[in-house]
């Protein structure tokens, strides 16, 4: 499966855990049975203590203000639980700094040696080049001539949300903005 994630970290997990499933959150944030299906796919009554389970999420979170985690979060965990698959599994992957807190705060009661691995970093594989990272000079911020934000890939409520208060606070003239939503 094609996993968001530089090839090059992906190696080193490969080499160090047996991969049972890789997943992209993407695939499955907006209908939770696939994510279940290939839970079911592997499991079995004895896992290895070697054996890995890699989601990657390098999208925006979905947050209610009503709860105190994201949905993803929630979600994944309440996934792993249905199917009382062992949280030690999930190698978690994203570029949500801070997210780790959020799985710490569900599994408040939940035994520490059946605890996730939450790696919180930048290693989708655009951002680093296939051939290595180059120390580049910071930006001059001084220079920035107006604010800039990508919104590019697909059509998700909180871009289109976002779009549309700029829209409607007459803000498109002072931040330069790219929304181009591909079908998916």
Same mark, same amino acid.
């Not at 999208?59 to 309440?78: A, Q």
């Given at each position: 499966?094609?996993?968001?994630?530089?090839?090059?970290?992906?190696?080193?997990?490969?080499?160090?855990?047996?991969?049972?499933?890789?997943?992209?959150?993407?695939?499955?944030?907006?209908?939770?049975?696939?994510?279940?299906?290939?839970?079911?796919?592997?499991?079995?009554?004895?896992?290895?203590?070697?054996?890995?389970?890699?989601?990657?999420?390098? *999208?925006?979170?979905?947050? *209610?203000?009503?709860?105190?985690?994201?949905?993803?979060?929630?979600?994944?965990?309440?996934?792993?639980?249905?199917?009382?698959?062992?949280?030690?599994?999930?190698?978690?992957?994203?570029?949500?700094?801070?997210?780790?807190?959020?799985?710490?705060?569900?599994?408040?009661?939940? #035994?520490?040696?059946?605890? #996730?691995?939450?790696?919180?970093?930048?290693?989708?594989?655009?951002?680093?080049?296939?051939?290595?990272?180059?120390?580049?000079?910071?930006?001059?911020?001084?220079?920035?001539?107006?604010?800039?934000?990508?919104?590019?890939?697909?059509?998700?409520?909180?871009?289109?949300?976002?779009?549309?208060?700029?829209?409607?606070?007459?803000?498109?003239?002072?931040?330069?903005?790219?929304?181009?939503?591909?079908?998916?």
């Amino acid at each position: 499966m094609n996993i968001e994630l530089h090839k090059t970290a992906l190696a080193h997990i490969e080499s160090k855990f047996n991969i049972l499933l890789k997943l992209n959150v993407r695939k499955f944030d907006y209908d939770w049975t696939v994510l279940l299906e290939n839970l079911k796919q592997i499991k079995t009554t004895n896992f290895s203590s070697n054996d890995r389970i890699l989601i990657c999420h390098m *999208d925006t979170g979905y947050y *209610d203000s009503l709860l105190p985690v994201g949905i993803v979060t929630i979600n994944l965990i309440r996934c792993f639980q249905l199917l009382d698959i062992p949280m030690y599994l999930l190698i978690f992957i994203t570029n949500h700094y801070g997210i780790s807190q959020e799985f710490n705060l569900l599994l408040a009661d939940h #035994p520490l040696q059946d605890r #996730p691995t939450i790696i919180e970093t930048l290693l989708s594989r655009g951002v680093l080049s296939e051939n290595g990272y180059k120390q580049k000079t910071l930006l001059n911020a001084e220079s920035i001539e107006k604010p800039g934000l990508c919104m590019v890939g697909a059509q998700r409520s909180h871009r289109v949300a976002l779009l549309n208060f700029f829209k409607n606070n007459n803000l498109l003239n002072s931040i330069a903005i790219s929304a181009n939503f591909a079908k998916k």
